[in-house]
């Protein structure tokens, strides 16, 4: 089949169609950039959560549990405070039980399109946000920052690209993660029951009440060794930030960075393989009773700037005025039976 690329509207918004192989990707610009869906549409796997009755109203007012949303900045800050190397940034509370800030802000914003295209076997789709003055965030971050983001489908699956550049004459702080909602079961005819969860993953992360790391670490327990022989049920129970180093595994015999889900009575399988710049894995599944769950590649821990360890630890960076970072995603699809 022929790749294809082009605009639609979805439930009242502007959103990028790209098809490809078996796969059908859609993208909504304006709410961050967010996959709203992938899906292997000859094998009947739904990737991402996604449900045709959800209103484009209810997506926007809760982006981060729909599709796959990339949050600036990742998870939680402990009193909304960020420290840099050369600035302290108090950002909103706005996790107010636990009086933190949570998620940062891009996966709100619109983007716009730079590129929409298809050709030899791949669409393509690709966006940016300029972050400035004008964004109403800026009086609490005052750092000014390109984010771009390409989508590439492919028969392959899908390729994702995100690149964040420092436009300020300051030094950025740099954490991003996407918070990755799978659906569970992803088929048709699929049950909870039958998912299984493979993470390689390293120490654990302990938490205090604020689901703020404690900077001391766990030793892994059985609850957490399911995620490291694949036989981790992530829905129909509550995972409630099961947070990990991330580590490379095993695939079909060769090495495997990223995270699978399977349903076992099917043999159909989900892939996301990342970039290594990922450096931690945070797995929550929204009390394992809404039909997904959310392995979430971080390339920092929770609250880096404000931990007592090193960053070769938290996964804390800085962008240099000029600088620019990449990471890299890959969903695809396996049928093993």
């Known amino acids: ?24 990707a859609m993208i909504a610009p304006g709410i961050g950039s967010n ?98 003055e004008t964004d109403e965030f800026f009086q609490y971050l005052p750092v000014s920052f390109r984010a771009e983001f390409t989508f590439t489908l492919s028969a392959e699956g899908l390729h994702y690209s995100f690149t964040m550049t420092n436009l300020s004459s300051v030094q950025m702080p740099y954490g991003v993660c996407t918070h990755t909602t799978m659906m569970g079961p992803f088929t048709s005819n699929g049950k909870g029951e039958n998912m299984r969860l493979y993470v390689p993953i390293g120490e654990k992360w302990q938490l205090n009440n604020r689901c703020l790391p404690t900077s001391v670490f766990m030793p892994l327990d059985n609850h957490d060794k399911q995620y490291l022989t694949g036989s ?44 290594e710049d990922y450096k931690f894995w945070v797995i929550w599944n929204d009390w394992g009773d809404k039909g997904y769950f959310c392995p979430e590649p971080m390339t920092w821990i929770i609250d880096a700037p404000n931990l007592p360890l090193e960053p070769g630890d938290t996964g804390y960076l800085e962008l240099a005025p000029g600088e620019s970072k990449t990471v890299t995603q890959r969903f695809y699809t396996v049928v093993k039976n």
Do not use: W
């Open 35 to 132: 996959v709203l869906r992938l899906r292997d549409e000859a094998n009947d796997i739904e990737i991402f959560r996604f449900n045709p009755d959800t209103s484009m109203e209810e997506i926007r007012q809760a982006p981060e549990v729909y599709g796959l949303p990339s949050l600036y900045l990742p998870n939680r800050l402990r009193d909304g405070r960020l420290k840099t190397s050369d600035g302290l940034y108090t950002l909103p509370v706005n996790e107010a039980s636990l009086g933190n800030h949570i998620h940062g802000f891009l996966h709100k914003r619109p983007f716009s399109v730079t590129d929409l295209s298809a050709s030899e076997g791949k669409a393509v789709a690709r966006t940016e946000y300029l972050y400035d």
């Open 1 to 24: 089949m022929e790749a294809t690329a082009k605009k639609i509207n979805y439930g009242g918004e502007t959103c990028l169609e790209l098809r490809a192989g078996n796969y059908l």
């Open 232 to 275: 981790m049920v992530p829905v129909q129970q509550i995972i409630n930030n099961d947070v990990y180093y991330a580590e490379m595994g095993d695939m079909d015999g060769k090495p495997f960075y990223g995270i699978s889900a399977l349903d076992i009575e099917s043999g159909k399988e989900i892939r996301n393989e990342v970039c």
